[in-house]
């Protein structure tokens, strides 16, 4: 698996462009993206982001996917765990788009509880520099690397997961 790298990244005015778009000109930025169900693990970033919540009061989280999917089950998901004002769904991004919500983020995140067999997100974010918290489960283990361009971890130990996001 390998990405096509890009000539040249998003420039900081577009990337403030981008920020100013979805309302998160001055947050903190994790994210979780592609194909949204719950076995991507968005309910344990739901869950890790209600912990970090006390300690990033200007933490917001980007759902870059489906809009419709995100609204008709994983809101209401947000909402009872307490995070839904926290969550900004973008919905699908692509282009320059895409690249500049990378570039925008601060890590990305991607918990699957299933076993994820390469994870093309964590190479696309870690072009931009974004470093990833990525499940222990799978093939993220050949792309990140602990301590060095992000962190695997197991997704069901919210704390952990809570941690390592905290720590970049």
């Known amino acids: 698996n390998a990405i096509v790298p890009r000539d040249s990244l998003p420039t900081p005015e577009r990337i403030a462009a ?6 998160v ?14 076995q991507k693990g968005i309910r344990q970033l739901f869950q890790a982001l209600g912990v970090l919540r006390k300690e990033f009061g200007g933490l917001r989280m980007l759902v870059m ?17 307490g995070v839904a004002d926290l969550v900004v769904c973008t919905g699908w991004l692509e282009g320059e788009d895409l690249a500049a919500a990378y570039a925008s983020l601060d890590v990305m995140v991607t918990p699957s509880i299933c076993f994820e067999t390469f ?17 222990s489960f799978g093939g993220c283990k050949e792309v990140v690397r602990d301590g060095e361009n992000g962190w695997t971890v197991n997704p069901f130990r919210i704390e952990d997961l809570a941690e390592r996001i905290a720590v970049l």
């Open 18 to 23: 981008f920020r100013t778009r979805f309302g």
């Open 25 to 38: 000109e001055d947050n903190l930025l994790v994210a979780i993206g592609g194909r949204l169900n719950e």
């Open 65 to 81: 996917g489906d809009e419709a999917l995100y609204q008709d089950g994983f809101e209401d998901m947000a909402r009872g765990i």
């Open 119 to 135: 994870g093309m997100l964590n190479l696309e974010a870690m072009e931009f520099g974004t470093p990833v918290v990525a499940t």
